[in-house]
């Protein structure tokens, strides 16, 4: 009996299709499907991404995929990405504990130039009171306002606003408000079809920095790519997983492949992403446009 990549691999070539032709019609990349057509399941992401990608590989072909499906033991599949999260969450824990011991080191240093302003401060506060404490100094501030009295300075010229004329017209002055910036938002520029629907959206006045926000309700997975289809994130994702925003800042669209849409909610830059159909897997372009 034959295994499922040789099925699969014979059912390609009857149809003359090529490994690119498959990777461009699902986007599985090709050294996946040469690893699902020589049987090697293990070099998969996990067992969620191994019955994915064959269902549709499978599809594609216009194979029974429950048939095919039969022939996949799960229990074998080793989940490399496993591993590969425990490996990031350590680096991410090294990072952190850096990021602490730096901290740590410049404080000392930060307090003691505050310490040293705060003296300079106090001491020049100090040595102006003094002055105006000086008697003689006060007697000289007399004698130039009798002068000044005398001489008629003081007095306003006729014709001349006085102060309190400038400062009922600068009162009169109406402040500008500032602009209020443009609102972020979603729009369905298409909507895909089939099982595995390909939609496109455009998010609108996204800003300099673009986040994608996830939030994880049941067992999925997650796939971003950035417009050249190079991939910026891919994950298996469960409810007990803490997972960081994914910067995007920069590109001007994203592709996302989430394989059981109930399962996660996703927001950029705060603003959930409804998603275009009711598909549980679905392909979406997020374009970003600035008005």
Known sequence: MMGIGETLREAREAKGYTLEDIQETTKIQKRYLIAIEQNDFQSLPGKFYARAFIKEYAQVLDLDVNELLQGLDEEKIQTKRDETIQYTRMERSKRTSSKSSFVFSVLPSLIVVLLIVGIIFVAITLYQRTLDNDPGQGNDTENDEIIRNIDGQDQNTPGEPDDEGDSEEDDGVEEQEEPVPPQSEFT???????????????????????????????RTYLDVRNSSEQITYQQTLTPDMDVEPIDVSGEEKVYLNVGYTPGLNIMINDVPLEYPTDKEHQKIWVEFVTE
């Open 188 to 218: 369905v520029v298409d909507i895909g079809e089939g099982n595995s629907p390909l939609s496109t959206v455009q998010f609108t006045n996204p800003g300099d920095e673009i986040l994608i926000q996830i939030e994880v309700t049941e």
